[in-house]
């Protein structure tokens, strides 16, 4: 389920996340804490829900609210949009939604869509209106539960995943949007971060060795190895099921990447896990990728994955940034303040070992 860019504390400073919208909701005889106009959103993407007869539940969310919603024995996941366009095309994710619907060999580690609301038709089934936000969306629920950097050091967890990510990048879907992680994202971020105070987060000096960091990294990842990629392979987007199969979720960032796609790709799942309560460690980042070479049936670059991680927690800084000079309460600035210093450390770190 999509719950933003790796939001969840720990890694380099361990501790549990905060949870800016906190409290578990329940129909059926009351919503407690629940955002009302939430519940009546979700409520006209089923006629047969009413905030009497559904159950619903938080699932977490930075770019969207989340939520489990649970109708009689049945259980859907149901996002509702962030407003900002600017950041996310929902035109784009609906058109590559509908390009995996349409796959059979992602069935398997894909759940099932079944509304995406675009200029109030559902793309899925177009006979269905409704009168909800671009990029309103429900799936099936998968049950299961998120990965997390334990499970990750069992040998089979580790096969399963890259099986898994396999299966999806040799799919033979390509995405609708031509995507370069610098130009869409890291460039993109920084230029709108930078209309921000920049400086009352980080110090001037510290801004300079990033953006050194960043062009150095550009270098070891040049255009080419173009393929169809996630771009947000945090734990939250992978989940794990009961017998050991894992469901790759959330395409909210998906592109047919023409930047070293695969070693960027596979770079996520050290980079975008680094700050957990449970992180991925190295060593355990090291035996993936030696596992995806086996199943992948090529050779790797060890630079360019290394740089694709750190690429990927550059994404995280500037989008932190901006979700820190946006945020509308306190609670939520204290948080992305602590995210974005946390990725700054990061951003040191994996320079480091990857020199």
Known sequence: ???????????????????????EEKGGGGIKKMN????????????????????????GGQTNRNWIVQ????????????????????????KNILRIAKSKKLRDIVPRYIVYVLNGTNILNPK????????TMVSEYIKG?????????????????????H???????????????FEDEVEKYRKEAKKYPVKKLIKKEEIEEIEKIERAAKKKLPLGGKLSTHNDLIFENLRLTENGKIYILDFEYAGFNIRNGLHYDLGIILGGNLFYPIPIKIKTFEKIIKKAKEIYKRDLD?????????????VMFWWGIIKYFSAKTEKEK?????????RKEGIRFLNKISL
């Not at 933003?4 to 949870?19: H, K, M, N, T, V």
């Not at 049945?74 to 994710?93: A, G, N, S």
């Open 1 to 23: 389920m999509p719950r933003g860019r790796g939001d969840i504390g720990g890694g380099f400073s361990p501790q549990s996340s905060p949870s800016l919208w906190e409290g």
């Open 36 to 59: 009302k106009k939430d519940l009546r959103l979700i409520c006209k993407l089923n006629k047969y829900w009413e905030p009497n007869n559904i159950k619903v539940k938080k699932a």
């Open 71 to 94: 109708y009689k024995d049945k259980r859907f996941f149901v996002r509702l949009p962030w407003k900002r366009t600017d950041i996310v095309d929902r035109k784009i994710e609906g």
């Open 128 to 135: 269905e209106k409704f009168d909800l936000p671009d990029g």
């Open 145 to 165: 539960r998120d990965i997390n950097g334990r499970d990750l050091e069992d040998p089979r967890i580790q096969t399963a995943l890259v099986k898994s990510l």
């Open 167 to 181: 299966t999806f990048h040799t799919s033979g879907v390509k995405f609708v949007n031509i995507y370069d992680v």
């Open 302 to 314: 060890k630079e360019k994955l290394y740089a694709g991680a750190l690429t990927n927690v550059l």
């Open 334 to 342: 204290n948080y992305f303040k602590e995210y974005v210093l946390k």
